[in-house]
């Protein structure tokens, strides 16, 4: 179903890849939009086993894409260093392919929420409970379950 990398001597393991997603603090959600154009958005997210998790307004482009068509991809770029000399950038970056669900469950809402607060502001339950609380009904709790994962490195990373 997923394609297989034609450059594999640049592929990265599963490990290094996970590696990525753990270190990176963003990333490119793709989704299928309005008129069948692709939409890509920059959001944060929080990789917990092989499930990626966003948060999201209720209403809005990204919640209709994601309920029209649930396959995606999430891109992360971990190095992207042009060098003008060697005509050449050094990169490593992880695409995952996957698909979006809308988190119904209200305790696996909590719950992911809470995981999502924790990487980016860790021991601050309790100011994590007074922003999520007033929001809350507000707010849908994206989980993209990871089907298929590739990542990639320049040659000149290799060695």
Same mark, same amino acid.
């Given at each position: 179903?997923?394609?297989?990398?034609?450059? #594999?001597? &640049?592929?990265?393991?599963? +490990?290094?890849? =996970?590696?990525?997603?753990?270190?990176?603090?963003?990333?490119? =959600?793709?989704?299928?939009? @309005?008129?069948?154009?692709?939409?890509?958005?920059?959001?944060?997210?929080?990789?917990?086993?092989?499930?990626?998790?966003? !948060?999201?307004?209720?209403?809005? $482009? #990204?919640? @209709?894409?994601? #309920?029209?068509?649930? &396959?995606?991809?999430?891109?992360?770029?971990? &190095? @992207?260093?042009?060098?003008?000399?060697?005509?050449?950038? $050094?990169?490593?970056?992880?695409?995952?392919?996957?698909?979006?669900?809308?988190?119904?469950?209200?305790?696996? #809402?909590?719950?992911?929420?809470?995981?999502?607060?924790?990487?980016?502001?860790?021991?601050?339950?309790?100011? =994590?409970?007074? +922003?999520?609380?007033?929001?809350?009904? !507000?707010? !849908?709790?994206?989980?993209?379950?990871? +089907? !298929?994962?590739?990542?990639? &490195?320049? =040659?000149?990373?290799? $060695?």
């Amino acid at each position: 179903m997923f394609r297989e990398m034609r450059r #594999k001597k &640049q592929q990265l393991g599963e +490990e290094e890849c =996970l590696s990525i997603l753990d270190e990176a603090t963003s990333g490119v =959600l793709s989704v299928l939009g @309005d008129d069948g154009y692709p939409y890509g958005v920059p959001l944060s997210f929080v990789r917990i086993g092989a499930t990626l998790v966003f !948060h999201c307004a209720a209403t809005g $482009h #990204k919640t @209709d894409a994601v #309920k029209a068509h649930p &396959q995606a991809s999430f891109t992360v770029v971990a &190095q @992207d260093d042009v060098v003008p000399s060697e005509y050449n950038t $050094h990169y490593r970056s992880v695409i995952a392919f996957g698909r979006v669900r809308i988190v119904e469950d209200r305790d696996e #809402k909590m719950a992911l929420l809470r995981s999502l607060g924790e990487r980016y502001w860790p021991g601050h339950d309790d100011e =994590l409970e007074a +922003e999520i609380a007033p929001r809350f009904d !507000h707010m !849908h709790v994206l989980a993209f379950e990871i +089907e !298929h994962l590739t990542g990639k &490195q320049s =040659l000149a990373l290799m $060695h």
